[in-house]
T-cell receptor, first 110, second 119 residues
Framework: QSALTQPASVSGSPGQSITISCTGTSSDVGGYNYVSWYQQHPGKAPKLMIYKVTDRPSGVSDRFSGSKSGNTASLTISGLQAEDEADYYC??????????FGGGTKLTVL | EVQLVQSGAEVKQPGESLQISCKVS????????IGWVRQMPGKGLEWMGIIYPGDSDTRYSPSFQGQVTISADKSISTAYLQWSSLRASDTAMYYC?????WGDGFDYWGQGTLVSVSS
């Protein structure tokens, strides 16, 4: 069970938008609308940002949005802010009844 | 207020056994999945496994099947992650996290338990 594929790093300037991709297979990302995204700052526990592909938990900024096409899910952050600099991970539930993370993406706000 | 409070850091030698805990409060322990996640130093998140305390349905990542045991004690609203024989490669931060419903993502996380294994 290999990790979902994410770019190792992305960057953007304050105010810009960035998109992080998460590619899996028809047995995970493509199989269900059960993709979630997590933000992790150094030394902190992960925080849920998006669940079920597009839903945002209460309290999460609407600058964060999710989407999916086929076997690839995406997280878009609009109006980048310095506080968005963190590691981001996607997660998918699988048709075999397990869960798998992406390899993680380091977001740098220039 | 939902809280997941994990046991403290551990320093162990290879071959020793270990059980770390995740005590929850603020919701009905029986009705939500609890998962465990490993993060090795400087590395990404890895899903280890998950348990549904209501009926003890437990699922493991193929990478961790047979390497760890996940359990839960409903009487004290606590989930556990256990090793029978630690290795140096088990050195990592371990998080527990709540899944409100299969597929809903992990909405609340413990603070993490650092496990260090060295001779």
């Amino acid at each position: 069970q290999s990790a979902l594929t994410q770019p190792a790093s992305v960057s953007g300037s304050p105010g810009q938008s960035i998109t992080i991709s998460c590619t899996g297979t028809s047995s995970d990302v493509g199989g269900y609308n059960y993709v979630s995204w997590y933000q992790q700052h150094p030394g902190k526990a992960p925080k849920l940002m998006i669940y079920k592909v597009t839903d945002r938990p209460s309290g999460v900024s609407d600058r964060f949005s999710g989407s999916k096409s086929g076997n690839t899910a995406s997280l878009t952050i609009s109006g980048l802010q310095a506080e968005d600099e963190a590691d981001y991970y996607c997660l998918s539930y699988t048709v075999s009844g397990t869960v798998i993370f992406g390899g993680g993406t380091k977001l740098t706000v220039l | 207020e939902v809280q997941l409070v994990q046991s403290g850091a551990e320093v162990k030698q290879p071959g020793e056994s270990l059980q770390i805990s995740c005590k929850v409060s603020g919701y009905n322990f029986f009705r939500y999945w609890i998962g465990w996640v490993r993060q090795m130093p400087g590395k990404g998140l890895e899903w280890m496994g998950i348990i549904y305390p209501g009926d003890s349905d437990t699922r493991y990542s193929p990478s961790f099947q047979g390497q760890v045991t996940i359990s839960a004690d409903k009487s004290i609203s606590t989930a556990y992650l256990q090793w029978s024989s630690l290795r140096a490669s088990d050195t990592a931060m371990y998080y527990c996290a709540r899944d409100p419903g299969w597929g809903d993502g992990f909405d609340y996380w413990g603070q993490g338990t650092l496990v260090s294994v060295s001779s």
